[in-house]
Structures are given as structure tokens and as C-alpha cells.
């Protein structure tokens, strides 16, 4: 698990349960994606919610859940508000 520490405090990181962030203080977790079903049995990952594209389609959920967490670390991890 990544943590980026902003300035000011605020830390930043794509949610797993490696760690209790309890213990950093009170966190507050927001949506990145939705990793989906699609009609014909393929996978997607819309990252729409942190204005990323939609990716895919995946013949596995975990390739999706693959690409959904790259996406996340290069676009959004670091250079996010």
C-alpha cells in the first residue's frame, strides 16, 4: 500500500486493508471506480468518478481490477487534489 503525505498532513492512498488507517486519524473514503459487469460477460473499469476514462473491456474481473489500480497509482495517486 502506497501512502502520499500532502502537504499540510493530508494522506492519500488507494484503500486496501494492509493497514488500519484508523490509525492516522479519522479517514474519509471516496469512490474511484466502478469495476463492472458488461452485457456480454466482459469487464470494464470506469474511473469517471475521479474523472478517468473507462477502461476495457476485461475478459477477467481481475484484469480489470489490474488496470483500475494502475490507472489509479499513475493518474490519480499522486498528482490528485
Known sequence: MELIIKQGGLVRCIYDETIELTQLGKPVINRGS????????????????VNGPLLGPFSHRSAALTAERDWLNMHWLISGP
Open 34 to 49: 466502478y469495476v463492472e459487469p458488461a452485457a456480454d460477460g466482459q469487464w470494464t473499469a470506469d474511473l469517471s468518478p
